[in-house]
């Protein structure tokens, strides 16, 4: 089976950086699509970011001009890379992988085939 493994969360301050990785392991394919989702206590999940296996990119309204996705398929990682960090990006960010839904309509219903644990980013002001 496939797992998905975060790293790189941690505690920044306000108009800091942070890369976040995920490792997947099992059987991967280059043509999958990979995301990520976030989810801060007490609100609901947010879909953030996502690349297709052609390297189209979408991006939620909240996080575009911000954050960048991109991916290495001989690694089988993707990266989310997150500038100007804020203290409302604060949430514990999920890596996913395998897209059931089109690019355009996944960061809304956040069908993913796969989901990590989860890595915690905190930024504080």
């Known amino acids: 089976d496939v797992q998905l493994v975060e790293s790189g969360g941690a505690s920044v301050q306000t108009g800091g950086s942070l890369r976040l990785s995920c490792e997947a392991s099992?059987?991967?394919?280059?043509?999958?699509?990979m995301g990520w989702v976030r989810q801060a206590p007490g609100k609901e999940r947010e879909g953030v970011a996502v690349?297709?296996?052609?390297?189209?990119?979408n991006y939620a309204n909240s996080v575009k001009g911000r954050f960048t996705i991109s991916k290495d398929n001989a690694k089988n990682t993707h990266y989310l890379q997150m500038n100007s960090l804020k203290p409302e990006d604060t949430a514990m960010y999920y890596c996913?992988?395998?897209?059931?839904?089109?690019?355009?309509?996944?960061?809304?219903?956040?069908?993913?085939?796969?989901w990590g644990q989860g890595t915690q980013v905190t930024v504080s002001s």
């Open positions: 996913t992988a395998r897209c059931w839904s089109k690019l355009e309509d996944v960061l809304v219903d956040m069908d993913f085939g796969y």
């Open positions: 099992g059987v991967i394919y280059s043509s999958y699509c």
């Open positions: 690349i297709a296996s052609d390297g189209r990119t």
